[in-house]
C-alpha cells in the first residue's frame, strides 16, 4: 500500500510539474526544426517524459501533430526541471511524416545526448510508407528526406552525440535559416 501511495504522490507531482514547468534550460535542446524537401507536408512527433523519484518513475507521452506548406516545421520540446529528488528527462520518441505508417520504421533521437555546436548541424532521415501488393504482400518503402535541427533555449544550434536513427546529412542553409525566421524562430550568432 505505501509503494502505491509514493507512486501516486509521485504521478501527482509529475503532472504537476508538467503542466507548470516552463520549457527549456542552458544548454538543452528546447525546438526542434524539421525541413520538408517537399515543402508540404504532416508531421507528428512522439515526446516521452519520464519522471523518477526514490525508484520509481511515471512516464507521460505527447503526440503533436503539425503542418507545413512553407517547408519548414517548429516543435517545442517539452522540459521539465529536476527538483529536489525528482528526476525528469524528456526523449524524442519518434517521427512520423504524413505518408508514414505506424508499422514501419520511425526514427528516434537522444535528445539529451545534444550539446552547444558554432556548427549549424542537420540529421536527416528518411520516412517510410506502407505499400502493399494483394500477390506479393506489404512492404515498407521510403518516400521522403526529411532534415532535422536542434536550437537550445538562446537559439544557438546544437550537436547530437547520440543520433539514434537519424544520421548527420550537413548544415543548415541560409534558405533554411530564413524560413525558420519567418516562422518567428529565433537564432543566436
Given at each position: 500500500?505505501?509503494?502505491?501511495?509514493?507512486?501516486?504522490?509521485?504521478?501527482?507531482?509529475?503532472?504537476?510539474?508538467?503542466?507548470?514547468?516552463?520549457?527549456?534550460?542552458?544548454?538543452?535542446?528546447?525546438?526542434?526544426?524539421?525541413?520538408?524537401?517537399?515543402?508540404?507536408?504532416?508531421?507528428?512527433?512522439?515526446?516521452?517524459?519520464?519522471?523518477?523519484?526514490?525508484?520509481?518513475?511515471?512516464?507521460?507521452?505527447?503526440?503533436?501533430?503539425?503542418?507545413?506548406?512553407?517547408?519548414?516545421?517548429?516543435?517545442?520540446?517539452?522540459?521539465?526541471?529536476?527538483?529536489?529528488?525528482?528526476?525528469?528527462?524528456?526523449?524524442?520518441?519518434?517521427?512520423?511524416?504524413?505518408?508514414?505508417?505506424?508499422?514501419?520504421?520511425?526514427?528516434?533521437?537522444?535528445?539529451?545526448?545534444?550539446?552547444?555546436?558554432?556548427?549549424?548541424?542537420?540529421?536527416?532521415?528518411k520516412s517510410q510508407y506502407r505499400r502493399c501488393v494483394t500477390l506479393r504482400g506489404c512492404q515498407c518503402k521510403e518516400d521522403k528526406m526529411i532534415r532535422v535541427s536542434l536550437l537550445d533555449a538562446q537559439g544557438r544550434?546544437?550537436?547530437?552525440?547520440?543520433?539514434?536513427?537519424?544520421?548527420?546529412?550537413?548544415?543548415?542553409?541560409?534558405?533554411?535559416?530564413?524560413?525558420?525566421?519567418?516562422?518567428?524562430?529565433?537564432?543566436?550568432?
Amino acid at each position: 500500500m505505501k509503494a502505491y501511495l509514493s507512486l501516486l504522490c509521485a504521478s501527482a507531482v509529475a503532472l504537476a510539474l508538467l503542466a507548470t514547468a516552463p520549457t527549456g534550460a542552458h544548454a538543452q535542446a528546447t525546438k526542434m526544426l524539421i525541413y520538408d524537401e517537399q515543402l508540404r507536408t504532416h508531421v507528428t512527433v512522439q515526446w516521452r517524459t519520464t519522471v523518477s523519484f526514490g525508484g520509481q518513475s511515471v512516464r507521460t507521452i505527447k503526440d503533436v501533430k503539425r503542418h507545413t506548406d512553407k517547408g519548414v516545421i517548429s516543435f517545442d520540446i517539452p522540459r521539465l526541471p529536476n527538483v529536489g529528488p525528482f528526476v525528469s528527462v524528456t526523449e524524442l520518441s519518434w517521427v512520423q511524416a504524413s505518408r508514414s505508417d505506424h508499422r514501419c520504421h520511425r526514427p528516434s533521437m537522444d535528445i539529451n545526448s545534444a550539446s552547444v555546436s558554432k556548427e549549424r548541424n542537420v540529421y536527416c532521415f528518411k520516412s517510410q510508407y506502407r505499400r502493399c501488393v494483394t500477390l506479393r504482400g506489404c512492404q515498407c518503402k521510403e518516400d521522403k528526406m526529411i532534415r532535422v535541427s536542434l536550437l537550445d533555449a538562446q537559439g544557438r544550434h546544437m550537436r547530437v552525440s547520440r543520433p539514434g536513427s537519424f544520421y548527420l546529412c550537413g548544415v543548415l542553409t541560409d534558405a533554411q535559416t530564413t524560413s525558420a525566421k519567418n516562422l518567428g524562430v529565433r537564432f543566436s550568432g
